[in-house]
C-alpha cells in the first residue's frame, strides 16, 4: 500500500487510474444530474416573451462582436506584417472545446473542478482553461470521461503573467480564496499599481500569451521587506460559470508569407505534448526553419517601406 | 441466507455514501463533511465482518481517490488500516453502548485524518486551515445516525 504512494511519483499507475475512473465517474455524474434536471426545467418552463427578449439580446451582442472582429481581422493581418518587419514569428490562434463544470466537490481545501471533457476528447494534462473572461486554471488531471482543473487561485498554482501597461513579467500564485491572486515577487519600487491589468505571459509554456488573467488591486509596499504585497482579482468568473472553454494552443510557428499553410491553420490536439520546453524553443526552429520565408517577407516589405515613406513625402510637398 | 442480496446492499450504500462525499454541500457545510464512506465502511465491518474485508476496504479506498482526485492510495491506506482494527475488536464493539463507540468512531477518524494530513505534508507543505478537523467531530457525530440507519437496512434483509 505504501508502495502505491511512492510509485505515484511516476506516471505509470496513470492508465489504472483511468480504469478505475470509468467505475466511479458514473457517481459524478449522477450527482450532477439534480443541477442539470434544475437548468433544463428552467429552460422548459421560461416564458415565450423572456426566450424572445434573450434572443434579441444575442443578436445584437452577436452582431457587435461581430462588428469587432472585423476589425480584429484587420488588425491579425497589422501584426502579421508588423512581426514580419521584426522578423519574428507569428502564432496563430487556438483551437477550443466547451466543457460544461459538474457540480461537485472533491476536496474542500483545493480550488480544483471537475468538467464533463476528458481524454475521450482529447484533453490532457497542463492544458490551460479559459472562460469569457480571462483565464481560469490548468487541465490538472485528464481521465476518459471527466477531467480536473485546477483554478488559478488554488494555493498550489502560480501563473506567469505580465502587467499589460508596461510589460513587467512576474507570477501570480494563487491565495486559496477564489477572489484573490497574491504577487510575492516584485519589488517595493515596482511600476505596478492598482487597476494595472495582468495578462498571461506565455513564459512556461503552459498558458499562450495575451489572455487576461487578473486586475490588480493592492499594493502595499512593506518598509523592511524586499518584496511588496500585492493582491490582485481574477477576470474570470470562477465560481460563478458553469461553462469552461479548454484551449489546444498551437505551438507549431506559422510561416510569415500572407497565407497560412493549412496544417498551420488546424492546430492538432497532441500539438503540446512537452509541457514547457516549447515556448523557449519554438521562436528559434520558427526563425531556423522558415529563415528564406522571412526574410524574403521581410526584405520585401522593408523595399516598400521607404516608398510609402516617400510617397508621404511627396504628398507633403 | 442469500448472500449475494445483502453484498448488493453493502455496495448500495457505500455508493450513496460516495454520493454524499461529493456532493456540492452550500457555504460552510463543504468544510465540515464528514468522511461517509468511511463510516459506512466501519459499519458494515462491526456488523458483518464476514462480508467486509482489509481488501473491500482498500478497493473502495482506492476508487474514493479515483473519485475525490487525491494522490493514488491514500485513501487506500488510510481505509485498509481503520478496517483491520475494527476487524480486530468488532466482537467488542458490538457490545460498546452508542457513546463508547463513538469515542472509538473519533479517533477512528482522527487517525485517518491525521493520516492523511501526514501524506499531504509530504508531497507539499500546506499550510491547512483549523476546518480541516473539523470533520471527525461532524463524523462522530453523525455515527449514531449512521448507525441506526444502516441497522434498519441490515435488519430489514433479515426479515425478508
Known amino acids: 500500500m505504501a508502495l502505491l504512494i511512492t510509485e505515484y511519483r511516476s506516471h505509470r499507475l496513470d492508465s489504472l487510474r483511468a480504469t478505475l475512473s470509468v467505475v466511479v465517474d458514473p457517481i459524478k455524474y449522477l450527482i450532477d444530474l439534480p443541477s442539470v434536471l434544475i437548468e433544463q426545467t428552467a429552460h422548459s418552463v421560461s416564458s415565450y416573451s423572456t426566450l424572445k427578449r434573450e434572443n434579441t439580446r444575442l443578436r445584437e451582442e452577436q452582431f457587435i462582436d461581430k462588428t469587432r472582429l472585423l476589425k480584429f481581422d484587420s488588425l491579425e493581418k497589422e501584426n502579421i506584417r508588423l512581426r514580419a518587419l521584426l522578423e519574428n514569428s507569428f502564432k496563430l490562434g487556438e483551437q477550443l472545446l466547451i466543457a460544461e463544470l459538474l457540480s461537485i466537490n472533491m476536496a474542500p481545501y483545493e480550488h480544483i473542478v471537475v468538467v464533463n471533457k476528458g481524454t475521450r476528447f482529447g484533453v490532457h494534462p497542463q492544458q490551460p482553461v479559459l472562460d469569457a473572461n480571462g483565464v481560469v486554471g490548468q487541465v490538472f488531471r485528464a481521465l476518459p470521461f471527466s477531467s480536473e482543473i485546477m483554478l488559478i487561485t488554488d494555493p498550489n498554482h502560480a501563473i506567469p503573467v505580465q502587467v499589460n501597461r508596461n510589460g513587467l513579467l512576474t507570477i501570480a500564485v494563487g491565495s486559496g480564496q477564489l477572489n484573490r491572486l497574491n504577487l510575492p515577487f516584485l519589488p517595493n519600487n515596482a511600476d505596478i499599481r492598482p487597476g494595472d491589468l495582468l495578462i498571461t505571459s506565455g513564459l512556461g509554456g503552459t498558458f499562450p500569451s495575451g489572455y487576461p488573467v487578473a486586475v490588480v488591486d493592492d499594493f502595499t509596499p512593506i518598509t523592511n521587506k524586499p518584496f511588496v504585497n500585492i493582491t490582485a482579482t481574477p477576470k474570470a468568473m470562477l465560481d460563478r460559470n458553469r461553462e469552461l472553454l479548454i484551449v489546444w494552443s498551437d505551438s507549431s510557428p506559422v510561416s510569415l508569407t500572407t497565407k497560412p499553410t493549412p496544417e498551420a491553420s488546424k492546430p492538432h490536439p497532441n500539438d503540446q505534448s512537452s509541457g514547457s520546453g516549447l515556448v523557449g524553443e519554438a521562436p528559434a526552429g520558427a526563425r531556423a526553419g522558415t529563415d528564406s520565408d522571412d526574410q524574403s517577407a521581410g526584405s520585401g516589405l522593408t523595399r516598400e517601406a521607404p516608398a510609402g515613406a516617400r510617397a508621404g513625402t511627396d504628398s507633403d510637398e | ?160
Open chain 2, 1 to 160: 441466507m442469500n448472500s449475494y442480496s445483502g453484498f448488493g446492499r453493502i455496495i448500495l450504500t457505500i455508493v450513496m455514501a460516495m454520493c454524499l462525499r461529493i456532493a456540492p454541500w452550500p457555504g460552510f457545510l463543504t468544510n465540515i463533511n464528514p468522511d461517509w464512506v468511511l463510516l459506512v465502511l466501519i459499519y458494515w465491518t462491526i456488523a458483518v465482518p464476514e462480508r467486509v474485508g482489509i481488501f473491500h476496504a482498500w478497493t473502495i479506498g482506492l476508487l474514493t481517490d479515483v473519485l475525490t482526485g487525491r494522490v493514488f492510495g491514500q485513501y487506500a491506506l488510510a481505509y485498509s488500516l481503520i478496517i483491520y482494527v475494527c476487524l480486530l475488536l468488532h466482537k467488542r464493539l458490538r457490545q460498546f453502548p452508542l457513546p463508547q463507540q463513538g469515542l472509538f468512531i473519533f479517533f477512528c477518524l482522527l487517525f485517518t485524518q491525521m493520516l492523511l494530513f501526514w501524506l499531504n505534508n509530504i508531497q507539499h507543505p500546506a499550510q491547512l486551515h483549523a476546518f480541516f478537523w473539523l470533520p471527525v467531530f461532524t463524523g462522530t457525530l453523525c455515527w449514531p445516525l449512521i448507525y441506526t440507519a444502516l441497522r434498519r437496512v441490515r435488519l430489514s434483509r433479515r426479515t425478508k
